[in-house]
């Protein structure tokens, strides 16, 4: 399989390739040239599967067998997951009134970024081992990011790892998971700005593809392909996990709602749905509401500032995965992405064309993509029939129950992808 910028303007690459870049030359993000089509039966063969092995299908279909052998995969991903405090990895919670949390917060740092992370992690390490090669990698992070992929690659003899933390713009829990990491390949800087201001500086290096290649950098945000590859996974076993049989004409919808800060999942989510899967996605912001305007009314604008909300890590301004999420949209026409993102780069606005912004979705025939704002103290609400379980956005999960639809999910940790 191969890879393209979602600007069409940098060579295409294989998925080696992706996994070892930032941003394309051109600015643009990677993206499978073409997406595998998944028919029924597929579907029907995958319902019953186990997390970590829809982890390993998936992967098998975005990474060829003449990059990494199938048994080699499947250890890669084995490994990837036996720190997970949880045997099943992300559990199926159910809780009253029919709503059900998907629990992607088993990870060593307790944040869904853990789990496509330590399988990036692991697919890295296999080509360095295999190519003999050391490579720095450059993570901006308002909180999760960071601390997971610090825990992916500390102490690892061929990765050193750069975070730069925005000073008083994480949680003191995530701050600690990452200034504490006593490692020699383990570099963390406090950096003046928000999380939107420091990505511009990284932005900037790789734009510089002499001194990427000659510093051997890479990068571990959801700009990196992988990231968003494993997070497909979560779609596809919450659909199994919540559909009321596959048996029906046509499948029944699963309606995902996704609290997100640079959409990472939400890009993930509309990949699963370009390949077959029968979701419907709601997208679930804070008061930084770029990706709900850009939703509601084409409006991809910045606001004056970036607001502090208890969910520091969805406070994002610039949502870089709507990047693919347009891609995607406009038919893979990455003449419209460019000149939308340029445009956006140039004056931080940009009105999109109706088409992109539409309902329902050109995304699949009967989907759509929506967005809401929580009101109220962040949207947060407490189960009290379930002390402990608390399916706010910052619970880092997700809920699903029946509507008048079919059966509804939120899942996704807030973050900066």
Not at 16 to 41: K, N
Not at 240 to 266: K, R, W
């Amino acid at each position: 399989m191969w890879y393209v910028s979602t600007r069409g303007m940098a060579p295409r690459i294989d998925f080696e390739g992706a996994l070892f870049s930032g941003y394309a030359p051109d600015g643009g993000l990677y993206m499978p040239e073409e997406l595998p089509q998944l028919g029924r039966e597929t579907l029907h063969e995958w319902s019953t599967l186990s997390y970590p092995s829809l982890v390993k299908e998936l992967c098998s279909l975005f990474i060829g067998p003449e990059l990494i052998p199938r048994d080699d995969l499947n250890d890669l991903i084995d490994r990837a997951f036996s720190r997970f405090r949880c045997r099943e990895v992300v559990h199926l919670s159910r809780l009253r009134n029919g709503l059900n949390v998907l629990e992607l917060w088993h990870g060593v740092t307790y944040a869904f970024k853990d789990l496509s992370l330590c399988c990036t992690a692991q697919l890295l390490q296999y080509f360095l081992e295999k190519r003999k090669r050391h490579i720095t990698v450059v993570v901006g992070t308002s909180g999760d990011t960071g601390s997971a992929a610090i825990q992916s690659v500390q102490g690892a003899k061929n990765v050193d790892i750069i975070v730069l933390l925005p000073k008083g713009h994480c949680t003191k829990i995530q701050e600690l998971q990452m200034t504490t990491v006593l490692r020699e390949n383990v570099h963390v800087f406090g950096v003046e700005g928000n999380s939107d201001e420091l990505d511009e500086p990284i932005k900037t290096v790789f734009a510089d593809v002499a001194f990427v290649k000659k510093h051997n950098l890479m990068s571990l945000n959801s700009i990196n392909w992988s990231r968003v590859l494993v997070q497909i996974a979560h779609h596809f076993f919450a659909y199994f996990q919540c559909a009321p049989s596959l048996d029906m004409h046509p499948l029944p919808p699963v309606e995902v709602v996704v609290p997100t800060g640079a959409a990472g999942n939400l890009a993930a989510g509309c990949i699963a749905q370009k390949m077959g899967l029968p979701i419907h996605l709601v997208v679930a912001v804070n008061s930084n509401d770029i990706i709900h305007r850009t939703i509601q009314w084409g409006d991809f604008s910045l606001s004056e500032v970036v607001k502090p909300t208890l969910a520091s890590a969805m406070d994002i301004q610039v949502p870089y995965n709507m990047e693919r999420i347009f891609w995607l949209l406009s038919g893979s026409d990455s003449q419209v992405t460019r000149a939308l993102m340029e445009q956006f780069e140039g004056t931080k606005s940009v009105r999109l064309p109706k088409e992109l912004h539409s309902e329902p979705s050109p995304l699949l025939s009967g989907s759509r993509l929506r967005s809401q704002v929580p009101r109220g103290r962040a949207g947060c609400q407490a189960d009290p029939g379930h002390p402990g379980r608390d399916p706010c956005p910052g619970a880092q999960g997700g809920t699903l129950h029946p509507n008048a639809e079919g059966r509804r999910l939120d899942t996704d940790a807030p973050g900066h992808d």
